[in-house]
């Protein structure tokens, strides 16, 4: 199968104001205009195969300032999670709320006022994501490699689930603004390659030959991508 990077978007006005912006059409602030430019300059090296995002404007700004140019197509089951009633509020003032120790606890069983369950929005990520990796592996083989730029809360679920973490442990994980992590799919398992990457070469990601024919694990931890 395909290697699939994932990338949040670049950090804005409502990250910097400590807000939850959910579906809003915040924009980037000065910061993330610079994180999509710097993280655009790694991944402009990579043979790219495909590029899809979610439809929200900061996902689309970061596109445009990274990979200038770019066909994107907008998968709309990356969206951010329909945090209902939270929306536009402050994080501080949600740490107050009740729910707030389920999401951070056993964030499989919330549901957020008028908005989605958090399960919900995990199973139509992880979908998303292998529906597009097998298109992709079709469409250009086992060795292509492809972008997804989504939130951090959407990319959390699909790398708990290619690591095998139920749905409450995807809090441990930590998917920074413009941050890049990288998952390679067979048909025994996914393989987490990089997690919450914001400076390094990308190209180490790019499968080697004959690494993306094979779902066995090294024994030993094998001889890395280089």
């Excluded at 993330?32 to 655009?40: E, F, I, L, P, S």
């Excluded at 951010?80 to 402050?90: A, F, I």
Aim: hydrophobic share 45%; charged share 20%.
């Amino acid at each position: 199968m395909a290697t699939v990077l994932l990338l949040r978007h670049g950090r804005t006005t409502a990250n910097a104001d400590g807000t939850l912006a959910g579906r809003l059409p915040v924009p980037l602030d000065d910061v993330g205009h610079d994180q999509a430019r710097a993280v655009g300059e790694r991944l402009r090296r990579l043979p790219l195969a495909g590029v899809v995002s979610s439809p929200l404007r900061r996902c689309r700004q970061t596109l445009r300032r990274a990979l200038p140019g770019a066909a994107v197509t907008v998968e709309r089951r990356l969206t951010e999670c329909g945090y209902g009633d939270w929306e536009g509020r402050s994080l501080s003032e949600l740490a107050t709320d009740p729910l707030w120790q389920d999401v951070q606890r056993r964030p499989s069983a919330v549901s957020f006022p008028a908005g989605e369950a958090m399960a919900a929005m995990a199973a139509r990520a992880v979908a998303a994501i292998r529906d597009w990796d097998a298109r992709i592996t079709a469409q250009h083989g086992p060795g292509a490699l492809w972008l997804a730029c989504s939130h951090g809360d959407v990319i959390k679920a699909v790398l708990a689930d290619a690591l095998g973490l139920h749905l409450d442990g995807f809090q441990r994980i930590v998917v920074d603004p413009a941050s890049v992590s990288a998952i390679r799919f067979t048909p025994q398992r996914p393989f987490l390659l990089a997690l919450n990457d914001t400076g390094g070469d990308l190209r180490a990601l790019a499968p080697p030959p004959g690494a993306a024919d094979s779902a066995d694990a090294p024994v030993g931890g094998g001889s890395g991508a280089r």
